[in-house]
Nanobody, 122 residues
Framework: QVQLVESGGGLVQAGGSLRLSCAASGRTSSTYVMGWFRRPPGKGREFVAKIYWSDGSTYLADSVNGRFTLSRDNAKNTVYLQMNSLKPEDTAVYYC???????????????WGQGTQVTVSS
C-alpha cells in the first residue's frame, strides 16, 4: 500500500558521516511507524531505529544511539537517518520499512524499500 524509496548510501571512511533518506508514497496516514533495519554481511537483519509519525517520537538501537539521529519531514513524507561517527561494523544494506502504529506489542512492517548499501572503510 505504501511505496518506500531509500537513498543516500555510499562509501565512507571510519569516523565519517552519511545521511539516508526514505521517501514514502501511495496511501499514507498519520498513524504509522517508519523504521530502519540493516543486514550486515553474513548476518541477519538488525533493528536500527524507528519513528512514530503521529508525534515524531524516535527510538534507536543501543549500538547506534548517540551516533545516529532520526528526523522527519511531514510535507515530503520523508524520514532521514543521519549517521555520524561511522564504524566499519556499520557496514550493511540499510532498509526502510513502514507499518501501522500498533495498539499493543510490536510493529508489523508491511512495506519495505529496496535497500541502500552503506560501506564504512577502516
Amino acid at each position: 500500500q505504501v511505496q518506500l524509496v531509500e537513498s543516500g548510501g555510499g562509501l565512507v571512511q571510519a569516523g565519517g558521516s552519511l545521511r539516508l533518506s526514505c521517501a514514502a508514497s501511495g496511501r499514507t496516514s498519520s498513524t504509522y511507524v517508519m523504521g530502519w533495519f540493516r543486514r550486515p554481511p553474513g548476518k541477519g537483519r538488525e533493528f536500527v531505529a524507528k519513528i512514530y509519525w503521529s508525534d515524531g517520537s524516535t527510538y534507536l538501537a543501543d549500538s547506534v544511539n548517540g551516533r545516529f539521529t532520526l528526523s522527519r519531514d511531514n510535507a515530503k513524507n520523508t524520514v532521514y537517518l543521519q549517521m555520524n561517527s561511522l564504524k566499519p561494523e556499520d557496514t550493511a544494506v540499510y532498509y526502510c520499512a513502514s507499518g501501522p502504529q500498533p495498539i499493543y506489542g510490536y510493529t508489523k512492517y508491511d512495506s519495505w524499500g529496496q535497500g541502500t548499501q552503506v560501506t564504512v572503510s577502516s
